[in-house]
């Protein structure tokens, strides 16, 4: 229940149950350390949470999970064996879903894509993407583009996309950021509904600590300059989660407070 | 709106009539409007135009297909592979600033006179504005976009059937466009330096043989050409990529003229 210090809450081994582990991760890019001695995992169906101040590393620490950069020091590991590239069942959702959808294929068509680089049988592909679609609640938009569809709608066409890798790990970058409250509460809750069922460990990065509370199993702080991971929080509140009662509930407000003063401290 | 446009070249048009028959111009360098439109017909009713703009069309296309295909392809590869682009800088910063005119005496001693001199001449003129901003088009390409091929797995070919072509595709159309107007130029010119052959061939026997009317009807027709030929494909750039390819012709358009 209670805030545990970074030292006693790395124990640098691959645990068997671990799916990613950071051991000692440091990373610097020309010349500037950008994180150090990082060390965590994540484990199967788990759901972490990752904040901290601006520029802390948050979004390099999942271009690294993800394969897209590689450490400058220390290990990535993903399933015990050591990342050099990027994996095919480990998903990447990036906070500009307008960049990273493709605006001259169809929502379908983006789907699509995600299937034909695992190489599915095309046979097979249609009723998937129609699957997909339907459970990012689009499958009326099958036919349009991205252009035609709003924020939200291309923030869950790109969901639905990743889920198409059927992926073992979730790794998502401030994906709500640019979404109105609105729908950014929606999107939250059909996460939590997604991934409840499935398999899949998420790993969220998120500027936003209720966000992260309400999310997670686990939230990460992170500490700026260079990006150490400060400290670790868990989260003990009950699933499935409500957006009036759970954050409503002592545990949530206790926990909210102890992450405000954190970033409070380690902002300046 | 339209009619405006035509006030101007009309009224000029008219002027010269005027005059060359107030006047009564005898003259081997210059002819009346009048009689200009009826060489013009002349060219049309007896076939002669249809051959010599099919020679011309044929290899400023043919040279258009080979040359700025090759500068595409050659963009891609650059854009691709670091290493390549490095041992290629040399050879092609030595190249480019040669004249396609220049380079003609090379071609017409390996090819002889004919379509293959013209075909070759045309493709290397159009190799170069084909790679510069075909090079544009692929490093103009959302980073995020190859990140995310990266991110789904997708292989080399697939990255660059799925990902980069279709991406860069409204620029490389650009690309295409622009060269065109360079083939249709240099094939003219060819012509007129030394090819027996096409518009810019007649054009000059019309002169030698002092037929004013019959130079300036050809020089009409090869302006309707060239016209026609950038109108068509700025029609089929809109059509193809709308306003995503649009952006780029009022940027780009001026040089090879835009249709009113």
Redesign the interface.
Known sequence: MHPVTAAQAAPPTTVESALLSFRDVSLTLSGRRILEDISLELRPREFVCVVGSSGCGKTTLLRLM?G?VLPTSGEVRYRNQIVR????D???I?Q?YS??L???RTAAGNVA??L???GSPKAERAARISELLQKVGLAQHAAHYPSQLSGGMQQRLQIA?CLA?DPTVLLMDEPFGALDAMTRQVLQDELLRITASGNTGVLFVTHDLEEALYLGDRVLALRPNPGRVAEIFDVHLPRPRDQLVTREAGEFLRLRRALFDFIQETGH | MKWQGLVLPVGAAMLAEGCARAFGIQSDSLASPSQILGAAWGLLRDGALFAMLGQTLLAAFGGLLIGGGAGVVMALVLGLSPTISKLLRLPIEGLRPIPSIAILPVFLMVFGFGYRLEIASVSFACFWPSLIIGQAAISGI?P??L????????GPW?RVT??VI??A?PRLFVAFRLAAAVALIVAVTVEIALNPQGMGYELMSAQSSLRPEVMFAILLYIGITGWSVNAALLLAQRRLFGR?GGMHVGMHGGVAGEPP
Not at chain 1, 85 to 88: E, F, I, T
């Open positions: 993800a897209l590239q990027p994996a095919s480990i998903a990447l990036f500009d960049k990273a493709l605006p001259w894509l995600a034909e680089a695992i996309r890798q | 959302e995020r976009l990140e995310v091929s990266r991110v789904l797995g997708l697939g799925k990902i279709p991406a595709l995503a």
